[in-house]
């Protein structure tokens, strides 16, 4: 058995022992990796330096499935993002699969063949989306009265943004029916640098969802909590994803593996074996049992 079969089968077992999350969420991400010596593929990367640019995918805690990249690999690849997708979706445990799932990504993610796999197979969709010309048009085509409150990450109005759909004002054709693009602006914290593009003083962001709730600020701020996958990109480097020790590329996919199976039972051990109010001081729960490394 694989050690990708292997993370399949202990995470079944994991959260049917209560290592579930609480919604299963696949957030997308890039990230950019450093290498100091000749290795095979390593290639310059968006950031300026020189390495590796692996994709990941990551549910709650747990890093569901990552591909190592060369360097130079597009951040928007569609044909990456959509064999990452199928990884993490056979990651699931089949009881996962028969709720409700969620994919979520920055703009990078926002490519109709994401979206339409997203669709065909049940799973909605939360994508960053790019302020073009109409997008900018459509906002200040806006009146005061369709700009609602937002919230913030416990859910509590954030003073100063606010949300507005702008389904129906920008022509979203080739997207899955019923895509909806929704906006939020705010005022930047103190000291931020305001570009040309900031209208009257506001930042704004959009992103397409075929969520069909109501509530908008919601459903912003649901999208916005995508960025908890940057706390798993740390954790995933931390555990070994900055320190690839091999030359050729073949091997250090196999190191990428070794990594989120780290990844994964360093979750899982915290998740099952500690009381959540004491694992920093390493007290063991009395029921705590490691059936899911069997």
């Known amino acids: 058995m694989t050690g990708y079969a292997r993370r399949e089968q202990a995470r079944a077992r994991a959260w049917a022992q209560g290592a579930a999350p609480v919604e299963v969420i696949l957030d997308f991400d890039a990230t950019a990796v450093i ?27 747990e890093v569901l499935a990552a591909m190592l990249r060369p360097g130079n690999a597009g951040a928007n690849n569609a044909d990456d993002h959509l064999e990452l997708f199928e990884a993490a979706l056979a990651q699931l445990p089949p009881e996962a699969l028969d709720g409700e799932i969620l994919a979520r990504s920055d703009s990078a993610g926002a490519s109709h063949d994401l979206a339409g796999a997203c669709h065909e197979t049940g799973v909605r969709f939360s994508f960053g989306y790019a302020m073009d010309v109409r997008v900018r048009e459509a906002i200040l085509a806006l009146p005061e009265r369709a700009w609602a ?53 506001h930042r704004f962001q959009c992103f397409i969802t075929d969520q069909q709730g109501t509530d908008l600020a919601l459903l912003e701020c649901r999208h916005r909590a995508h960025a908890i996958v940057e706390d798993r990109v740390r954790e995933l480097k931390a555990t070994g994803l900055t320190n690839l020790p091999f030359s050729a590329f073949a091997a ?40 899911f490394l069997l």
């Open 35 to 61: 290498v100091h010596s000749e290795k095979e593929l390593a290639a310059g990367h968006y950031k300026g330096g020189f390495g590796f640019h692996p994709l990941l995918v990551s549910c709650g805690r």
């Open 252 to 291: 250090n996919e196999a190191w990428l593996e070794a990594v989120l199976c780290a990844q994964n039972l360093t979750v899982w051990t915290q998740q099952l074996l500690f009381h959540p109010s004491s694992a920093a001081d390493g007290h063991l729960r009395a029921d705590s049992g490691a059936g």
């Open 149 to 201: 409150p937002a919230k913030d990450g416990e859910v509590k109005p954030r003073k100063g943004a606010r949300v507005a759909e702008l389904t129906g004002r920008v022509n979203l054709d080739g997207w899955p029916e019923q895509t909806r693009l929704i906006c939020r602006r705010e005022r930047p914290h103190p000291g931020a640098q305001l570009s040309f593009t900031d209208v009257d003083g």
